[in-house]
């Protein structure tokens, strides 16, 4: 754990956030219910430890890691059936492994683009920013059907 990773302290708050936002809690990740829910279901899944780079990351906790990355794409999946899923590890802002999962909508106006040139107006347009926060369900209830997909496909726990 580093004191000054925002990813390190956020895990030591899982008690304090809203139980929209903590998805799941899997044994090496834990999946947060992202705030850009125009792309419904967009999860937000960090690794339990502190890795900078996935090639940084023990070979054996890699492995599950990404195995539960997968799991939770196909939560998703079930749940939003979306026209596409975009995975993306990037961390420029925090580098802290996670998962970006964004569900790409068939009538995103934007379905071939990657969804940072849109969150990249958002910064700079309040208007863009409201409308990519904009849920169409109620956050509690898009987390709610991720979490009944897990269940139902008896996704691992710590
Ligand atoms: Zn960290």
Redesign the pocket.
């Known amino acids: 754990?580093?004191p000054t990773?925002p990813?390190?302290d956020k895990l030591n708050r899982l008690h304090e956030l809203p139980a929209d936002e903590l998805v799941w809690q899997f044994p090496h990740s834990v999946a947060f219910l992202g705030p850009w829910q125009f792309y419904t279901g967009y999860c937000v899944l960090v690794a339990r430890q502190?890795y900078p780079e996935l090639h940084v990351m023990p070979s054996s906790q890699r492995a599950v890691f990404l195995d539960e990355m997968v799991v939770l794409t196909q939560a998703i999946d079930f749940a939003f059936q979306p026209r596409k899923m975009n995975l993306e590890s990037l961390g420029n802002q925090v580098a802290?492994l996670h998962w970006h999962l964004f569900p790409r909508r068939a009538d995103d106006p934007e379905t071939r683009k990657a969804v940072w040139i849109a969150l990249d107006r958002a910064e700079r347009d309040e208007a863009e920013k409201q409308r990519l926060q904009a849920a169409s369900l109620a956050r509690t209830e898009i987390a709610s059907r991720i979490r009944a997909a897990l269940n139902q496909m008896a996704a691992p726990t710590p």
């Open positions: 754990m580093l990773c990813l390190c502190h802290h």
